[in-house]
C-alpha cells in the first residue's frame, strides 16, 4: 500500500534529551493506524511534527507526497486533527462554535448539521458549551476535526471523557471514516482494546524509537515467532515495551 504519511529519520530533541528518534514511519493510505507507546514515548511529539506544531532537530517527513516545510501550507490543508484538549469558545453553542470553523474554510452550510449528527450532537446543538460535559467536548472536537472532510485525520485519545456506550459510537465512527470518507487516521490512545478494534495498522512506540510497524496480523506473527502472547494487542504491547526496556531502551 502507498504511503500516505511517510517520515525518514525524524528526530525531536530537547537539550540532549530524544523525544524522538531517527523514526521511520510509513502510514497506508485510507486505514486506521494505531500509534501506541506508553507515556513519554514520542506519539505526541511526532503528531505535533506532522501538524507543523513543533519544528524537527533532523530528519523529514512527506505528506501525501508533500515535503515538509517546503509545502507547509498545502500540507495543513490535507490534515486535521483533535490534539489535547480541544478549545471552545464557551458562550457559544456548539453549532455556533462549528459555524466559526466552516465560515474559516468557506464550506458548505450544510457541513455543521453533517457534522453534529455524525458525531451524536445534534440534539445539543443549541447548548452552550459551557454546560456541555467533558464527553459532549470531545464529541464536538471531533466535529470540528471532521466538519471539512479531510483526507487525513490525526486523533490524540479521541475517547477521552467519554462513557462506555459513548466510547463504542466514537470507535464505530473512526472504523467507518476510511470508507466514509476515503479518509487515513492515524489515532493514539491508551484504550488498547479499542484500538485492537478499529485499527488495521499498528506503530509502536518505545523511548522515542519504533518498535514495530505493521499490520494487526505482521504483530501477532512477530510476537509469536519471539515468544511472546499474542491473545490480545495489550499483551503483547506488554511484553515488547518490557523487552526493550530490559534492553536498556536505546
Known amino acids: 500500500m502507498t504511503p500516505i504519511i511517510e517520515t525518514t529519520e525524524l528526530t525531536k530533541s530537547y537539550d540532549g534529551f530524544f523525544a524522538v528518534s531517527d523514526l521511520n514511519l510509513h502510514i497506508p ?6 500509534f501506541l507507546g506508553p507515556n513519554g514515548a ?16 533532523s530528519g523529514s517527513f512527506t505528506i501525501d507526497g508533500m515535503q515538509y516545510p517546503k509545502e507547509r ?6 490534515v486535521a486533527s483533535l490534539i ?7 458562550n457559544l453553542t456548539g453549532e455556533e462554535n462549528l459555524e466559526i470553523i466552516r465560515r474559516i474554510l468557506d464550506l458548505p452550510r450544510s457541513a455543521v448539521s453533517e457534522a453534529l449528527e455524525i458525531t451524536g450532537l445534534s440534539p445539543y446543538k443549541g447548548r ?4 456541555y460535559s467533558l464527553g459532549m467536548k470531545q464529541r464536538l472536537g471531533l466535529a470540528q476535526a471532521l466538519i471539512g472532510k479531510p483526507p487525513i485525520l490525526l486523533l490524540d485519545e479521541p475517547t477521552n471523557g467519554l462513557d462506555p456506550a459513548g466510547i463504542h459510537e466514537i470507535r464505530e465512527l473512526i472504523r467507518s471514516l476510511p470508507q466514509r ?3 487515513t487516521v492515524l489515532v493514539c490512545s491508551h484504550l488498547l482494546a479499542e484500538v485492537e478494534r478499529m485499527a488495521g495498522w499498528v506503530g509502536i512506540l518505545n523511548h522515542g524509537r519504533l518498535l514495530f510497524e505493521g499490520t494487526l496480523e ?4 512477530d510476537a509469536a515467532a519471539q515468544g511472546y502472547p499474542t491473545d490480545n494487542l495489550e499483551d503483547t504491547f ?7 526496556n530490559q534492553r536498556g531502551g536505546r
Request: glycine share 10%; with cysteine; hydrophobic share 40%.
Open 238 to 244: 506488554l511484553a515488547l515495551i518490557n523487552q526493550d
Open 218 to 221: 505482521q504483530l501477532r506473527e
Open 29 to 34: 493510505q485510507g486505514v486506521v493506524y494505531g
Open 84 to 90: 489535547e484538549a480541544p478549545a471552545f469558545y464557551g
Open 181 to 183: 470518507y476515503a479518509c
Open 42 to 57: 514520542g506519539k505526541s511529539t511526532t503528531m505535533k511534527m506532522l501538524l507543523g506544531l513543533t519544528r524537527p532537530t
Open 73 to 78: 501550507l498545502p500540507i495543513l490543508k490535507k
Open 128 to 131: 452552550t458549551v459551557k454546560k
